[in-house]
């Protein structure tokens, strides 16, 4: 019986075939072991290499967050201009006679609440004698010609000139008075003497109620 059981056990072994198995991992295995070995500087050569690869990546990486940024800086100053566009200023605290300064599109505006006095100064004016020839109407709104909405830059170098501000030299006729070289713009801001070409300029604007004008 014994016997048999030895018969049985070597029948079985040419089944385990193990030998022809364990060769092929051990191949594996001294694959593994020579890259360990005599790869310690391949090895860390790969390393280095993946080192350099990811280094040259993330490089790569920043220049193109450092091109992005100007890009979406860009982007981001046009949205600012565009928000600009266009302001609504409620004029109804400015009393007759009186002005603001407000700023649109990086410039400053004048809005100005003229007096009976200043709207008949304006108009009894012979328009063909002016450099800049321009009526009271021509730079107002119908039924709002007290409203006289300009732009806060003399037209000869872009100095800003007094006279918005309570207290101001309102120069030789009543309007703005430009330091600088000695412009005088009267009570419809146009130009009537120094170097100043044309007239203050009048921006796009209109009344979207009452009281609140739409500049832009
Ligand atoms: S800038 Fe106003 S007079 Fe020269």
């Not at 006729?173 to 713009?185: Q, T």
């Not at 146009?190 to 609140?212: C, H, W, Y």
């Amino acid at each position: 019986m014994s016997t048999v059981k030895k018969t049985k056990s070597t029948a079985k072994k040419p089944a385990v075939k193990k030998p022809a198995a364990a060769p092929a991992a051990s191949v594996a295995t001294k694959a593994a072991a020579g890259d360990q070995n005599h790869g310690g500087a391949e090895g860390s050569g790969v390393r280095r290499r993946d080192f350099i690869h990811v280094a040259a990546v993330s490089f790569a990486g920043v220049g193109t967050a450092a091109v992005a940024m100007p890009l979406v800086s860009q982007m981001s100053a046009s949205a600012d201009v565009l928000a600009l566009a266009s302001i609504e200023v409620d004029v109804a605290a400015i009393q007759p006679g009186q002005s603001i300064k407000t700023s649109w599109r990086k410039q400053p505006v004048f809005i100005r609440n003229l007096t009976p006095a200043e709207v008949e100064e304006a108009n009894k004016v012979d328009v063909g004698s002016l450099r800049d020839p321009q009526t009271l109407a021509d730079r107002t709104k119908p039924g709002k010609e007290n409203w006289l909405i300009t732009l806060g830059v003399c037209t000869h170098l872009g100095c800003v000139p007094l006279g918005a501000a309570a207290g101001e030299v309102k120069g030789e006729y009543g309007g703005y008075f430009c330091p600088c070289h000695g412009s005088h713009y009267d009570t419809a801001a146009r130009i009537r003497k120094g170097p100043a070409p044309t007239n203050l300029v009048v921006p796009e604007f209109a009344f979207i109620s009452d009281t609140v004008v739409k500049i832009g």
